[in-house]
């Protein structure tokens, strides 16, 4: 199957700074990329649908000046969490759709301290 | 819009015994369903699908589940589990339409013992 990459893997940040995550679609090109948040024993939520070439679209209750989305090519989506908190400390997922299925990226552990 | 329902939060089994996870959806439309697990601080690695055609849909692992259209179920099924099925397994609900996105249910937590 296709494959997404995320990087980085594992970032711990002071409260306060920002932190740039990328994902990457590695063999395909995704007009679509999606971000979801995972906290600790819970399950995977819906932040936001990145398109390409547009403005992503957010779900309810997520700060789009917080978490900014960007999607400026087929194979490339970042997510920047702007002015962390230690409540943003997440595992944050990327997914890249081709026609029919959703391919999901290794995660991203984020700790704000 | 859809949604996922996992009726069990955690089911402990012993090993060797035939383990069954429920999931229901709900949607207007026709719908594309998935198992995920996810073991211990790793990312998410696809059980099984159903997009159409046969209802009994085997996957990896030696899982499988049924698509059930009249109760809107699509129950993850395994004859005999081992320690190492000790994971988190979710359900995931999609449309056919581009730019669709996967609606997750709240998980299960099975744990397998000897």
């Known amino acids: 199957g296709a494959v997404v990459s995320q990087h980085p893997s594992w970032v711990i940040c002071k409260s306060g700074t920002s932190v740039k995550i990328e994902c990457r679609s590695l063999?395909?090109?995704?007009?679509?990329m999606f971000w979801y948040r995972q906290f600790p024993k819970q399950s995977l939520m819906l932040m936001a649908t990145?398109?390409?070439?547009?403005?992503?679209?957010?779900e309810q209750g997520v700060e789009k000046d917080k978490f900014l989305i960007n999607h400026a090519s087929l194979t490339l989506s970042t997510l920047t969490v702007t002015s962390a908190h230690p409540e943003d400390s997440s595992f944050y997922i990327c997914s890249a759709r081709d026609q029919t299925l959703q391919f999901f990226g290794p995660g991203t552990r984020l700790t704000v301290l | 819009a859809q949604s996922v329902t996992q009726l069990d939060s955690q089911v402990p089994v012993f090993e060797e015994a035939p383990v069954e996870l429920r999931c229901n959806y709900s949607s207007s439309v026709s719908v594309y369903l998935f198992w995920y697990v996810q073991y211990p601080n790793q990312g998410l690695q696809l059980l099984l699908k159903?997009?159409?055609?046969?209802?009994l849909v085997k996957g990896i692992n030696g899982f499988e589940a049924e698509f059930n259209k009249s109760q809107t179920s699509f129950h993850l099924r395994k004859p005999s589990v081992h320690i190492s099925d000790t994971a988190e397994y979710f359900c995931a609900v999609t449309i056919n339409q581009a730019g669709t996105a996967l609606i997750f249910g709240k998980g299960t937590t099975l744990s397998v013992s000897s």
């Open positions: 990145s398109n390409e070439g547009s403005k992503a679209t957010y």
């Open positions: 063999d395909f090109q995704a007009t679509t």
């Open positions: 159903y997009l159409s055609g046969s209802t």
